[in-house]
């Protein structure tokens, strides 16, 4: 009922119908003999059919193990749910997925137990060793010859970038500076030090290790340092000399003078060049 602002009043009724939704059952969690057909039934009388397959039939029938689930729709619209697990027997786990560093092995075990093995690379032995990326995939069976597989996913990841560049020569006195790279790593030099930087100044080889934290993996470089010594110089020993005082330079007046003359002037005065006038 309803009232307006003078007053006045109305009322009305409508009636709702509450549909039951339908109810569908798959049963309870089976177990069944892997290699082998097990059959999931619906149940008649519903308008449609919808598996998590996709398949719209009453009935669906499955070789695997797993999660099996249908929505039924009844004559009213309603829908209705079910789901059930079914465990394929043997019982094969081959963990989770997983990454490798470049360059490492990974074992994969089907567990003992099984009459027999087959992996996706033709191998026949409960265990086998990879390297490479990509997925693998095992079957195996037991003594009542029911069969089951599992898979599993490898990741390489490659190692960290790491150049500690070309050997270096230097000289006696310096030092030269080593840089292994920035990141989020660890470092391990060959003298135990962890830092990013490392100062040479003695020959010999210098090696580093990093390891990228998120990942594990590993990457080592090594470099060489030469270091030259100093040149020699060598003036000699202490020295004492004595000071020549310096002679006056005389000017002689231009004369004429015979050879004798000369040759007695120049006993007197080295410094003097005289030359034979005639």
């Not at 069969?147 to 070309?166: A, C, H, Q, R």
């Not at 100093?230 to 015979?258: E, I, K, R, W, Y």
Request: overall charge negative; hydrophobic content about 40%; some cysteine.
């Amino acid at each position: 009922m309803v009232t307006d602002i003078f007053g006045c009043t109305a009322t009305d009724t409508v009636s709702v119908i509450v549909n039951q939704s339908p109810v569908v059952s798959l049963g309870a969690d089976t177990t069944f003999c892997g290699g082998t057909t097990i059959d999931f039934d619906a149940g008649a009388g519903f308008v449609s059919y919808l598996w998590s397959d996709g398949s719209s039939a009453q009935t669906l029938s499955v070789t695997a193990g797993g999660i099996y689930g249908v929505t039924v729709t009844g004559a009213n619209g309603c829908t209705g749910t079910d789901e059930v697990i079914a465990i394929a027997t043997p019982l094969i786990s081959l963990g989770a997925d997983f990454a490798i560093c470049d360059g490492q092995t990974a074992s994969l075990d089907a567990g003992a137990g099984f009459t027999s093995y087959l992996w996706s690379d033709g191998a026949l032995s409960q265990t086998i060793n990879v390297t490479l990326a990509g997925t693998y995939t095992v079957t195996v069976s037991d003594a009542s010859g029911c069969i089951n597989s599992d898979d599993v996913v490898i990741t390489v990841t490659p190692p960290p970038f790491l150049e500690l560049g070309p050997n270096q020569t230097i000289c006696a006195g310096t030092a030269v500076v080593l840089d292994a790279g920035a990141g989020n790593f660890n470092y391990l030099w060959n003298d135990g030090s962890t830092n990013q930087l490392y100062l040479a100044s003695t020959s010999g080889i210098y090696s580093v290790t990093i390891t990228d934290i998120s990942s594990g993996c590993e990457a080592t470089d090594n470099v060489s340092v030469t270091v030259n010594p100093a040149p020699l110089v060598l003036l000699g020993p202490d020295a004492t000399v004595c000071l020549v005082p310096q002679l006056p330079l005389m000017v002689v007046q231009a004369l004429p003078l015979t050879c004798g003359m000369t040759e007695h002037l120049h006993k007197h005065w080295m410094s003097l060049p005289l030359a034979c006038i005639r």
